[in-house]
């Protein structure tokens, strides 16, 4: 499984980005997608993940009410859209990719229980 992210840029606070999480290869089409973000010095920080059915969503309260993930099922294709962009969103945005077991639902934020990775994505806030 190959996942590609792409979307990243440059935005001045207040403002929105999307990013696109494309997978291909032997594509878990059931699988859970996630999105993490990382700055220098700093552990990766979960942001958001969703269900493989597409209805259960977990977001990080640090991004609560501003970001959306969605997912594209015909075009293997995770968005994460972003409003409301603040300086403190800047980092190297990761999607990732797990088997959603019954039961580990709970364990969603952790980068550990994905087992794919894309190359990520620079999204920069200026203020």
């Known amino acids: 499984v190959q996942l590609q992210a792409s979307g990243g840029g440059l935005v001045q606070a207040g403002g929105s980005l999307r990013l696109s999480c494309s997978a291909s290869g032997r594509t878990p089409s059931t699988g859970r997608m996630a999105w993490f973000r990382q700055v220098p010095g700093k552990e990766r920080e979960f942001v958001v993940a969703v269900r493989s059915n597409g209805a259960s969503k977990r977001y990080a309260d640090s991004v609560k009410g501003r970001f959306t993930i969605s997912r594209d099922y015909d075009e293997n294709t995770v968005y994460l859209q972003m409003n409301s962009l603040k300086p403190e969103d800047t980092a190297v945005y990761y999607c990732?990719?797990?088997?959603?077991?019954?039961?580990?639902?709970?364990?969603?934020?952790?980068?550990?229980?994905?087992?794919?990775w894309g190359q990520g994505t620079q999204v920069t806030v200026s203020s």
């Open positions: 990732a990719s797990g088997v959603d077991l019954l039961g580990t639902w709970t364990h969603s934020h952790l980068h550990g229980v994905y087992d794919y």
